[in-house]
Each structure stands twice: as C-alpha cells, then as structure tokens.
C-alpha cells in the first residue's frame, strides 16, 4: 500500500475540517516513525546591552530553555564572610536546552570566551537564590551538569563562577558544596527488568496487524479490525510500541525511511483507550518515565499503626508546615499551623507575599506576641498568629484563610529599602558598580514595578554597608589586621601612628588615625632582585566618607610594566607626609646608597624638598606631561610650542638639545625663558644618567596602578586593603605563568 506524502496530511487534514465544519484535534497515525518536533534555537551569545530572550523575562516551566552566565576574569578575594568576586566581565550565552546540556557544551563555551581548563582554571556553579558564600558547588562531573539542567526549568538563568587563581580550593574550601549525590526524586522509582525479546515471527505478527488497520482506514471501514481477529501477542505490541516509537526518538537522524501518515477518516471519539488497552505496562522502558503523584496525603498522619500520643501528633503536625526563609520567603505560601522562627520572619514574609500577589496587607495588631492581619474591605483574607508556648516555642498561623476577592494593586510602599537590599544581595556582590537604572530594570523584571530613584539608592548603599562592612567598626580592627599580616606572610611591614584629639560631643580624648604604612614582603623581594633601581612616586584620594590621600611607590618590571612596592595612607599630601613615607621606603629596602636610584614623579606639594632631603644624591625626574601643563598655564599654547617642548625633552644628545632650543627661541622668545629656568637633568633624556638604563619622560606607571585600583579606593579602609592585596596576588600569579610560559616556548625553540 502506497503512504501520502509526510508535507499533505496537515493539508487534508484541513480540508476535511472545513467540508465538516466541526473542530476535529489533529491526529495521526504513527507508521514506524515519529513526529516531527520543531527544532530548539541554537546557542547564542549575548552581547553589550542586548535585551534578555523572553523565557528569561516570562519564565515558565514549559520551556526548557535557559541562559547561562559565565563570571570571569576576576577573583575571589575576602575572608570569612567577606567573601567577594572582583569581577572584570560578565557574559551570557541565550538558548541552551536542559535536555542537551552537557560538559561538553560547557567546554565549547569556555573556548569561545579564549578560557581553557588548564589545572588551575576550576569552575563553580552557584546554587538558584544563593550567593556565593552559601551556594557554591564545583562544575566538574556529570552529576552537576545534570542538577543544572533540572534546576533551569525553574530558574531560567544560572550563574558559573570561573576561578582563574585556584584560591577557594587552596584557601576557601569552607565555601565548596561537595558533589554528594542528590537524593532520589519520586519519579525515580525502581521498575521491573524489561520482558524478552520477541521473537521474528511476532515483529512480523505485529507488522501485518498494523498494516491491516491502515487498510481499514483507508477503505472507509467504520472500525479498526478487531484484536482478535488476528491474535497480537501483548509483549509484541508492547515491544513494536517500543521499536517504533521510543527507539526512533533516541534515532531521529538516523537514515531510516521513517513516514508521515494520516487517515481521511475520522477516528470515532474513544477509540484512543485501544492504545492504552493493548500495552503491556510490565515491559520496561528506559526513555518512559513511570507517573508518580508528588502530592502527599494530607491524612498521612491519621494512619492508627502510627501510636502517637495527641501531644506528639501535635508536635510532627507543626514540624510538616515548618517556614522555610530559604526556600520559602521568594514567593510565601500560608497554611494553618505554618510555623516560623519568629514574628520578624513572618513580617518578612508578609511584605513578600503582598508585594508578589499586589495585595495591600494591612497589620491591624502587631507586637511581638500576636500579629493579626487582613486585606482590602469585603476580602476574606484574614490571617491571625502568635507565640505557640506548648509546643514548638516559636510563632504560628492560628487561623488563616487565604481566599482573596478583591482586586490586585501596587503596593509600592511595600518594596522598602531593606527589602531590595536583601533580595538583590547577590547582585551587588557580583556587580558592586550596578546603576541605579540597572538597578530599577531588574527589580521591574522581578517585581512589575519600581520605587524611586531615592528609594533605590538607599537599597544601593544599605547593600554595600553590609558587603563592605561599616568603616567605623573596620578602622578598629586596622591592629589586628597588621598583627595577622606581619605573622603569617613573614617579611611583610604595617605599622600606623594615631593622634588624641579631644572629642567635642564627649569632651574625652579619642585616638585618631593618622598614618599607616604597609608593604608585602613578595612585592619587596621581587623588586629588589629582578628590578631596574627606578620608583616612581605618586598620591591619590582615598574616596570614603573619611577622605585622606594613598601613597605609592611603584617600580618598573623587565616589561616596563608596573610593579607595586609600597602604600601609605596619610590626612593631606605635604612635606612632612612625603618625608614620613620616603623615610619608611627607604628602611623597607635597606637602602644605604641613594647614588644608583632615580626617583621620577610630579611636581606634587612637599615631594621635591622630601626627595632633596631623603635621597639627596638620585637622580629625580619630573613627568614631562604634567610640566607641559604648566607650561600652557604660564600662557604659552599651541600646538607648535607643544611639539618643541616635546622634541627638547626627547634630545638624545646635547647638540640635538641646543639645535631644539633654539627652535624654540625663535618661535617664541617668552616661551624660550619659561624653559631656559628648568634643570635640564629632571626632564631632557641628553642629561639623564644611564645608569637605571631607563629613559621613561612619563609617570605613567603611578597613573596605571591608581587607576587600577580604582575600585578598591571607594571601599572602607579594611576592604581596600583586601582588595588591593587579592589584585596584587593575581597579577603576580598571572605574570609568573607568563614567564613559564616563555620558557617553555624557548626551551621548545631550542630544542628545534
């Protein structure tokens, strides 16, 4: 018998229904094949400011697409609870599927953002509603993999950390979830060993009764032929079922000749039960998973074998409807006898509960006993709580009732500060320079509404409070942080000098810091041993509430790149304030001999009488860029002067220099006496000394590093110095694996 085509059955299907005009379900009858699925999207990455896809936006379970975020090149720095990702980028990859997520996908991904897994690169995925000092789990066997595809039916975008350093495997194993395995779900309920095989003659049994049905069809007959007409053995349906279904499900791309049929007739209402009727639910079925009822019996605690006393019944009844904050306080449900650990967590609660549903919850008795609650007038809503004393001691539901009647609206004074700032936690610790229009776009896709901009910021900055801790309580433990670093990274300098000044509001004297000097004993090593004998010198401003002005000295690596030596942090940059840090400089490097130095800087208040006095015989350059500045301010502009300035300080020789100057005099004679006044030796390269073998006119360097630790110069003082040491760490360990690296290549080209 010859098949339609597999194109033209929706077609006739079609048809009959408009010669019908009766709505018929499509229905088709499956001849060795399957049919046809709509091919999910391929992965796509998503780039700068691009809009999330939409299952991100309008979640739902259907679908079983999801976005992955990659966090990477950053690092995990902090201690104890003060655990932190500085991160530098953070990339989304939309439209991966849960059926076919796999650690291969996750290699494929990490090779196109130019990331490898070479021994030191781990990944961690981070649990759905936890941060990263709860939720952290390794991503580094197919159990993993397959947990993150069961969660992203929920969760539509799951978060990968990646660890460049290996620093929470050395240093934080605290934070590490192991890889136990998950336990069993319902649905994975044992079934019993698959039936025999049947045997040629049964396959060919099973063929003919299918091939008699389409005849049937075909022909106009009112039923398919009766079963016993021609006897079918159970276990050769059941098996056909198999081959032809669920076998060409794992093989859809194989090059079978797999067909589309479907009948002109229409299949009488009822006739679907003959499906069911024939099939052998003993045989197994690896691909068919058995429908188990997730729901538990409420009477489960009725059964009379159980012989509990009514004081224990009461007891397990209140255990079952225990409040759960970590799973439960994202979208609450209430019950009767729900328990919580306090009416605190059932305020919480509350404000969630109205803010999800848009309900305006009002608490007509609330005090630390007793919390009666209801909606909007005519809602039967109605909830009333208190302290259960009997039994369990915490705060419990009495009497609830949780049918609402009225309509929806925006409880905008429900989304308090405390609340945002809770719930985007994880937010601000991923991304500490969220905007506040950032802010608000997430807190609409979450919420379908948003407060003020003043509201925001006081979420923002209540957020930060608790991430980087309250300068006040930080600057108190600035003696125990030095302690720790002197004992355990030997070597290492910190010392600080307070003043006592008299507080007004008190009248008592208080001891105020003043300065603090601290340098790493790595840093220090590495420098005096692979480094020219060349510093650069430079402040910038401490950004926090208590202001004051970082000190650093920067020296130049074998790349002419930088490479930190030492901090200070004084109240304003002056003479004294430079001589106390060059004086603390020039002890930490043991330095005698000032002769072979170079010293290079601007021209910043106090800095050049403190270099003449602390190191009198360096050689100290000034940064040609800022002199240029000052030549402009003096009147001399343009484009012309600009260039002879730069052309004198760049003479090699000094009849290059003269030739230079002369220019200069010639296209302007004022400009030529501003220059005449200024040491040659401090900014001309004719006239610097060869022996730091550096002829850098620029201070860059201290920009860089200034600029480089912008970040951590807005942090309370504690987590500055965190952050700057965690910096320090991993550009240290990344220049090193740059160095092996080389000679590796170069051990390599030598043996070619």
Request: hydrophobic share 35%; net charge negative; proline share 4%.
């Amino acid at each position: 018998m010859e098949l339609p085509a597999a194109g033209g059955w929706r077609k006739k299907m079609l048809q009959r229904k408009q010669r019908s005009g009766n709505h018929l379900e499509d229905s088709a009858v499956i001849v060795r094949g399957v049919v046809a699925v709509e091919a999910p999207p391929e992965m796509r990455f998503r780039e700068f400011k691009e809009d999330p896809p939409e299952y991100v936006l309008y979640p739902s379970e259907e679908s079983n697409l999801f976005t992955l975020e990659v966090v990477n090149n950053g690092f995990f720095c902090g201690l104890k609870d003060n655990l932190e990702y500085v991160v530098s980028s953070v990339d989304h990859f939309d439209y991966l599927t849960g059926d076919t997520w796999s650690m291969d996908w996750m290699n494929e991904i990490l090779t196109s953002l130019g990331l490898a897994r070479d021994g030191k690169l781990h990944l961690y995925w981070c649990l759905p509603n936890k941060d990263i000092r709860e939720g952290l789990v390794p991503l580094d066997c197919d159990a993993v993999i397959r947990r993150m595809a069961r969660a992203s039916l929920k969760k539509k975008t799951l978060c990968v950390f990646v660890d460049h350093t290996d620093f929470l495997r050395q240093l934080r194993t605290d934070v590490v979830h192991s890889n136990a395995p998950v336990a069993t779900s319902p649905s994975a309920v044992a079934r019993p060993p698959p039936a025999a095989a049947p045997s040629i003659a049964s396959s060919k049994m099973a063929a003919a009764a299918v091939s008699r049905a389409i005849q049937a069809i075909s022909s106009g007959s009112s039923k398919l032929p009766n079963a016993g007409a021609s006897p079918l053995p159970e276990a050769s349906c059941s098996s056909f079922v198999e081959e032809g279904v669920s076998g060409n499900l794992r093989h859809s791309d194989s090059d079978s000749d797999f067909e589309f049929y479907d009948s002109d007739y229409d299949v009488e209402d009822g006739d679907d039960d003959l499906f069911a009727d024939n099939v052998d639910k003993s045989v197994g079925d690896n691909n068919e998973k058995e429908m188990v009822d997730d729901k538990e019996d409420e009477d489960a605690l009725d059964d009379e074998t159980l012989q509990l006393g009514e004081e224990n019944m009461e007891v397990l009844r209140n255990k079952l409807t225990e409040f759960n904050p970590a799973c439960d306080m994202d979208n609450p449900i209430f019950v009767r006898g729900m328990t919580f650990s306090g009416v605190e967590e059932l305020r919480k609660a509350l404000v969630t509960y109205a803010v999800r549903n848009r309900k305006k919850i009002k608490k007509v008795l609330n005090d630390r006993r007793r919390l009666t609650a209801h909606c909007a007038a005519g809602c039967p809503w109605y909830m009333r709580a208190g302290t259960d004393l009997s039994h369990t001691g915490g705060f419990v539901i009495k009497k609830y009732e949780g049918k609402h009647t009225c309509e929806g609206s925006w409880p905008l004074e429900a989304i308090s500060s405390k609340l945002l700032s809770e719930k985007f936690m994880h937010e601000f610790r991923d991304n500490q320079k969220l905007g506040l229009q950032s802010f608000a776009a997430k807190i609409l896709r979450e919420f379908k509404m948003c407060p003020n901009r003043y509201k925001l910021a006081r979420a923002r900055k209540a957020a930060l409070l608790q991430i980087h801790g309250d300068e006040e309580s930080q600057f108190g433990r600035l003696h125990d942080y030095g302690q720790e670093l002197r004992r355990s990274n030997l070597g290492s300098k910190f010392f600080l000098t307070t003043n006592s000044v008299n507080d007004p509001s008190s009248g008592e004297h208080k001891e105020h810091l003043a300065t603090v000097y601290w340098s790493y004993d790595a840093c220090k090593r590495g420098f005096l041993a692979g480094c020219r004998p060349f510093i650069c010198l430079d402040g910038c401003h401490i950004k926090t509430r208590y202001k004051g002005q970082l000190l650093t000295a920067v020296g130049v690596d074998p790349n002419d790149c930088i490479y930190p030596i030492a901090f200070g942090l004084v109240e304003v940059e002056c003479t004294s304030s430079w001589e106390w840090f060059l004086t603390n400089l020039k002890e930490d490097l043991n330095i005698t001999n000032t002769a072979p130095w170079t010293i290079m800087s601007d021209k910043q208040k106090g800095l050049i009488n403190a270099v003449q006095k602390l190191f009198p015989e360096s050689e100290h350059r000034f940064c040609v860029r800022h002199m240029i500045q000052n030549f402009q301010r003096a009147g001399h502009r343009g484009e012309t002067l600009k260039n002879d300035v730069w052309a004198i300080a760049r003479s090699t020789s000094i009849p290059k220099w003269k030739r230079t100057m002369d220019k200069l005099q010639v296209d302007c004679n004022e400009a030529f006496q501003w220059i005449e006044k200024l040491d040659p030796k401090t900014w001309v390269k004719a006239f610097f000394s060869d022996f730091p073998k550096c002829e850098m006119l620029l201070n860059n360097h201290s920009e860089v590093f200034n600029s480089y630790i912008l970040e951590a110069r807005e942090m309370a003082f504690l987590s500055m110095l965190e952050t700057i040491f965690y910096k320090i760490l991993q550009r240290q360990e990344s220049k090193q694996r740059e160095g092996m690296t080389w000679q590796e290549s170069k051990q390599r080209g030598a043996q070619l």
